[in-house]
């Protein structure tokens, strides 16, 4: 339908009804024919006379307004080329999308904008925690060296060491970083049996796998570098934890068992050694006796042999003597006299029996 064709023959168009409808206050006049489209020209024409009116001085060349503008696109450029780079980060300074060499160390910094740009990467030290998540999470639970399956919750620390490769060479590098982690871990954990990472070597494990993970990042250039591995936590599957439990104990029980029995060991040992010792001492003691006294007993019959050689007689006679000594010493002794005049048995006083007696009796 014409726009000069409406219902009720008053020609308003799509600037509404009348001669009062348009955006400029009155609609286009159709010059030609009935039917006839509006003049673009015309339109454009009467949009500039009225911009020319809303500016100041009537559209004419004003210098304090063009010297506004002028400060307002400086004062706009400045704020955009003028950046600060806080003191945990570094920045990296692009030139038409390129990146330069140069980083930006943590300060006041100018660059030409918009034909160079600024990408700037926090470098505090940053904690990312893997497994432990929510009750369908798998992503804790590893299969170990001896086939069991363990829950592993560990925390990787690291920071950015090169800005420019963590922006523009990794698109993701967290979570590339939580990714490298997470098969790191695995393949740790399935090189070794599951008491040692339960307890007996969580320390190897974790310098085992930073080791792996570091390769990884500085193959990928990802501009990254991890300061430590925390092992937060190791446990079997709570399906299972009870069955493991019950063989932990059996573990302990054995480990109580086995040092039980070193201690006994250790201890008939150690007596058994203490005996033999005592043993040795005794018959090294018995040794030195006996061969003392034959030393001495050979001596005593060397001195008794030279002094019979000197005087055979005497010392046979003496021998005689002190031989009768130790025999006659202990026992009964009746005298006898012999001879014609012999009176038999002689009494005599055992004045050394008496004596011993006298001595009893006190």
């Not at 809303?54 to 696109?73: E, I, K, M, S, T």
């Not at 700037?120 to 060296?145: D, H, P, Q, R």
């Not at 919750?153 to 590098?173: C, G, Q």
């Not at 018959?283 to 030393?295: C, I, T």
Request: aromatic letters at 8%; zero cysteines.
């Amino acid at each position: 339908m014409p726009w000069n064709n409406q219902s009720g023959g008053g020609g308003g168009g799509p600037w509404g009804g009348g001669n009062n409808g348009g955006p400029w206050g009155q609609g286009p006049r159709p010059n030609g024919p009935q039917g006839t489209p509006p003049d673009l020209e015309d339109i454009i024409r009467r949009g500039q006379d009225r911009l020319r009116r809303a500016l100041p001085g009537g559209g004419r060349a004003n210098p304090a307004f063009f010297v506004l503008g002028a400060l307002a696109l400086l004062a706009l450029w400045v704020v955009q080329a003028i950046y600060t780079v806080q003191p945990d980060e570094l920045a990296v300074e692009l030139r038409f999308g390129k990146p330069k060499d140069e980083i930006s160390e943590p300060g006041l910094h100018f660059h030409w904008w918009p034909v160079e740009t600024v990408e700037k990467a926090n470098t505090a030290e940053k904690l990312v925690t893997i497994g432990g998540g929510s009750a369908g999470s798998n992503s804790g639970l590893m299969l170990s060296g001896d086939q069991n399956i363990v829950n592993v919750v560990f925390s990787v620390a690291y920071a950015v060491s090169d800005p420019k490769a963590y922006l523009f060479n990794v698109s993701d590098p967290e979570e590339t970083l939580r990714q490298i982690a997470e098969s790191a871990m695995r393949e740790a954990v399935g090189r070794r049996p599951a008491q040692d990472i339960f307890r007996d070597d969580r320390q190897g494990i974790a310098e085992a796998v930073r080791g792996i993970i570091q390769d990884s990042l500085d193959s990928y250039g990802a501009g990254l570098a991890v300061t430590a591995i925390s092992i937060e936590d190791a446990a079997p599957p709570r399906e299972v934890a009870d069955a493991f439990d019950e063989v932990q104990r059996a573990e302990q029980d054995e480990d109580r068992f086995v040092e039980e029995a070193n201690q006994y060991s250790n201890q008939q040992l150690g007596q058994a050694r203490g005996e033999a010792a005592q043993v040795r001492e005794e018959a090294a003691a018995y040794k030195n006796r006996v061969v003392q006294e034959a030393e001495g007993e050979a001596q005593r019959f060397v001195s008794v042999y030279e002094e019979y050689a000197k005087a055979p007689d005497v010392t046979r006679k003496r021998l005689f003597l002190e031989t009768m000594e130790r025999v006659l010493k202990d026992s009964n002794k009746v005298i006898i006299e012999q001879g014609s005049n012999g009176q038999g048995v002689v009494p005599y006083l055992p004045l050394p029996e008496l004596q011993r007696r006298a001595t009893g009796g006190n």
